[in-house]
T-cell receptor, first 112, second 111 residues
């Protein structure tokens, strides 16, 4: 299994506060992704990265920003958390062959 | 934006029954993958299909890619409780390296 870890695994935060989720991979994968998972929606892409400092928006990027200063780390920031951002967040990565997306175990975020 | 619709959304069956789940797209897939996700875990790849009409088998699971590469199906023979999970199809958009996932089919197999 690819070494991809997310932190924290669970977080409860208040509306209006900033939150940063971290994804760390040890596979030297070039591509990394952040998804959110909500009932009935499968996985929806928030942002993705195709290299250090190279990122692009996904389908549900409003209210989120990302940064990738090193190959192994991809950070997702909710600048001002809202209740609609309560969700389970998954990070994934893949190498240049792009044959499979490897996922972390997810972060359950609750915004109260 | 590529839209992947999966059906049914939920499926609850008895052990030993057969089932088929579907993934349909609004446009042609470049390639298609099926993942399974168990509770509390991230999705794990089951198979990749690339060629229109392609059929792949993985033990009791049979995956088919439509001739026109706009749809795919997953058939499970003699389902077992261990097959319980969320089944997701995904497309990798050619040239962008984005993985776009479908809406998912949540399967529960009762013993």
């Amino acid at each position: 299994d690819a070494g991809i870890t997310q932190s924290p695994r669970h977080k409860v935060t208040e509306t209006g506060t900033p939150v940063t989720l971290r994804c760390h991979q040890t596979e030297n994968h070039r591509y990394m992704y952040w998804y959110r998972q909500d009932p009935g929606h499968g996985l929806r892409l928030i942002h993705y990265s195709y290299g250090v400092k190279d990122t692009d928006k996904g389908e549900v990027s409003d209210g989120y920003s990302v940064s990738r200063s090193k190959t192994e780390d991809f950070l997702l920031t909710l600048e001002s958390a809202t209740s609609s951002q309560t969700s389970v967040y998954f990070c994934a990565s893949t190498g240049t062959q792009n044959t499979e997306a490897f996922f972390g175990q997810g972060t359950r975020l609750t915004v109260v | 934006t590529q839209l992947l619709e999966q059906s049914p959304q939920f499926l609850s069956i008895q052990e030993g029954e057969n089932l088929t789940v579907y993934c349909n797209s609004s446009s042609v897939f470049s390639s298609l993958q099926w993942y399974r996700q168990e509770p509390g875990e991230g999705p794990v790849l089951l198979v990749t299909v690339v060629t229109g009409g392609e059929v792949k088998k993985l033990k009791r699971l049979t995956f088919q890619f439509g001739d026109a590469r706009k749809d795919s199906s997953l058939h499970i023979t003699a389902a077992q409780p261990g097959d319980t999970g969320l089944y997701l199809c995904a497309e990798t958009t050619s040239g962008t390296y984005k993985y776009i996932f479908g809406t998912g089919t949540r399967l529960k197999v009762l013993a």
